[in-house]
């Protein structure tokens, strides 16, 4: 936010100071070029008294106001075209000389603007006069005051010539502009923010769920590793007590000890399997193989499991459904879809296992009765350590690490794992590989 406010708020200075000064310039040019130089003017009073110099013979009727002794005539006559403006001849003490005005201002107006003009001492500057802004333009000139009769009579003084322009619209330009590229500035700025904000939260809340679940994460794995930590500890501390006890008598407590330590080993395997499949590196084989076989292979796998619990497995696989992916991997995955199906399905339940191609790719189902998964749980279903069933535990029905394994299979694959359930009548598991 601060390096594009910093942009915006230069880039639009930038423009402002550009238009600002190609303004002022032009303004100025037209100030400069509003007079008309080496223009004689004879036979003209002047518009306010002359008490101040020195008294001219009878017959007086001119001027002539040179700069420096090369250029004669008067000087004052305004341009044309280059907006409203007029100039006005001061002495040295401010007052005033003379009017050279097409503008119709009464003459208070033009004693103020001589005023105004000089009693600052700037050479350029800006005035207010009937609320209107002008800019002006001293210059030093040199007034000769000629006689017209026969007799030679000149009276020389060193005046001011200062010009006026008009600016009141050139000004309010600018400030339109000004407060344009202001309110343009905050109006960017603010939607700026907002679309960022909405963005940054949109990009951080990946990373937020990826800290809480690994918080999560780290959290269970410490539960699940802690309980058969706790009865090797403790089955070791039986063992101790009672030294003089033979092997045999003790043998339950060894036994304890490896159950426990199995199903340490068997946590510590399946926490490896998802750290190797989260590896970018973990190589995949991709080959095109008979699904229908590889289904059939895993079913076999899992009969004797099904038939300890009382379950028949009802298989529906169509032939030649050839896809291309890795054979070894998929297999996992579905291994890891019937042993969860026969975990959660009680003794006398029904447990079916299709496979069908449609259009572009072949859909795996694994379907088992029980009590489903209600409806506000199926997103955390393939969550690490999840279990449906919270009074399943690790010795009844594993750890929760095999559906978070087989979607992170499916998902380095290409492929995908789908859930759905119906409360109180069955749960399914779709595999898509395209």
Not at 121 to 144: F, I, K, M, P
Not at 319 to 344: C, G, H, M, T, W
Not at 415 to 429: K, N, R, W
Request: hydrophobic share 45%.
């Amino acid at each position: 936010m601060v390096m594009v406010s910093a942009v915006v708020v230069i880039a639009f200075a930038v423009i402002f100071a550009i238009i600002y000064s190609q303004e002022k310039a032009t303004n100025r040019e037209k100030l400069m070029n509003n007079t008309i130089p080496q223009v004689s003017f004879v036979g003209r009073p002047f518009r306010v008294d002359t008490a101040h110099a020195e008294p001219f013979p009878e017959g007086f009727t001119g001027f002539a106001i040179t700069s420096g002794t090369t250029m004669s005539g008067f000087t004052q006559l305004i341009i044309p075209g280059s907006g409203l403006s007029f100039s006005l001849l001061v002495d040295t003490e401010g007052n005033l000389i003379d009017v050279n005005s097409v503008l119709d201002l009464p003459d208070a107006i033009y004693r103020q603007a001589a005023f105004e003009a000089t009693k600052n001492g700037r050479r350029d500057s800006t005035v207010t006069l009937g609320g209107r802004t002008w800019q002006y333009e001293v210059s030093a000139v040199t007034v000769e005051f000629v006689e017209t009769s026969n007799i030679a009579f000149v009276v020389s003084g060193a005046y001011n010539d200062i010009r006026f322009l008009d600016v009141t619209d050139s000004y309010r330009m600018l400030w339109s502009l000004g407060l344009t590229l202001g309110g343009l500035t905050v109006v960017i700025l603010a939607a700026f923010f907002f679309i960022s904000r909405f963005f940054a939260k949109r990009a951080i809340r990946p990373m937020a769920e990826a800290f809480e679940k690994q918080g999560r994460f780290v959290a269970d794995a410490s539960h699940e590793l802690k309980t058969p930590l706790s009865v090797i500890n403790a089955n070791c501390g039986v063992l101790y007590a009672n030294k003089e006890e033979t092997m045999e008598s003790q043998i339950k407590w060894v036994d304890s000890i490896t159950r426990a330590t199995d199903r340490m080993t068997g946590l510590v395997g399946d926490l490896l399997s998802l750290a190797r499949l989260e590896d970018k590196e973990h190589e995949i084989r991709i080959a095109s193989f008979d699904m229908g076989a590889a289904l059939g292979e895993a079913v076999a796998e899992m009969e004797q499991a099904a038939f300890d619990k009382g379950l028949s497995i009802d298989t529906h696989i169509e032939p030649d459904a050839v896809v291309f992916s890795d054979r070894e991997q998929v297999s996992k995955i579905l291994v890891i879809l019937l042993d969860n199906a026969i975990k959660y399905t009680d003794s006398g339940g029904e447990l079916s296992v299709s496979l069908k191609r449609e259009k572009r790719h072949v859909i795996c189902a694994i379907r088992n009765s029980g009590d489903g998964i209600p409806p506000e749980e199926l997103p955390r279903l393939f969550d690490r350590f999840y279990r449906g069933d919270p009074s399943r535990t690790s010795e009844n029905g594993g750890f929760g690490l095999g559906l978070a394994i087989a979607k992170s299979i499916a998902d380095r694959l290409g492929t995908t794992l789908l859930a759905a359930s119906e409360p109180g009548s069955h749960t399914e598991f779709r595999l898509l590989i395209y």
